[in-house]
């Protein structure tokens, strides 16, 4: 009961430090991240608890200045590389992880490295992280034309829509022109390798 309690507490006081560092809109989108995450991690026996304080946390730093970016990623020495250096926004979920760390109080790192996470994704995510992945990309303001695919793929495997999204996210990138951040490719190769294992490894 003390765990739901506190458990509780948190996403109470996650929801109010968004709250004062977000836009409306992007607070709006902050909760449906929340809702969508809640329901994602009900339906594959997650604890929704920490799914709805990750998403809560997730974009906390997004409206972060580029130099402010780089100034705390150095005082907290958080990894910078060549793309954050490009485009410091990279750096919102690893500066959001420990705002969230500093300011509220939060040491579950399964949470704090679902939050680094996100925007990228990483080898080795967890099934936490997963679902924060993808429930910000499928929350019901995105639209797209492959979104209502990914929202029934999130609820059948979290893998397969974490694999789709990601193949998405790169051809768009490629599209584009744009830099794909090796993150994203090493997660890609990962859950592509890893995926006959998931029964193993959840
Ligand atoms: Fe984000
Ligand atoms: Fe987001």
Redo the contacts with the bound molecule.
């Keep these: 009961m003390e765990d739901y309690a506190n458990a509780h507490t948190a996403t109470e006081d996650a929801a109010s430090f968004a709250r004062s560092r977000l836009s409306e809109k992007?607070y709006d989108?902050?909760l449906r991240?929340a809702d969508t995450a809640a329901v994602l991690a009900r339906v594959h026996g997650l604890d929704e608890d920490r799914a709805r304080l990750s998403a809560l946390i997730?974009?906390a730093a997004?409206e972060t200045e580029p130099e402010e970016f780089l100034r705390l990623a150095e005082e907290w020495n958080i990894p910078v590389g060549e793309p954050e250096r490009q485009s410091p926004k990279l750096l919102h979920g690893p500066v959001a992880a420990e705002l969230a760390r500093r300011e509220l109080g939060v040491r579950d790192e399964v949470v704090l490295e679902a939050v680094r996470a996100?925007t990228t994704a990483k080898p080795g995510m967890g099934p936490l992280a997963l679902t924060l992945y993808i429930a910000?990309k499928i929350?019901p303001a995105r639209d797209y034309p492959s979104v209502e695919r990914l929202r029934k793929l999130a609820r059948e495997d979290l893998h397969t829509a974490a694999i789709e999204s990601l193949r998405r996210a790169i051809a768009h990138n490629e599209g584009r022109g744009k830099d794909v951040h090796p993150s994203s490719r090493a997660a890609l190769e990962w859950l592509e390798s890893d995926h006959t294992l998931q029964g193993g490894i959840e």
């Design positions: 992007r989108h902050t991240v997730h974009d997004r996100h910000d929350e």
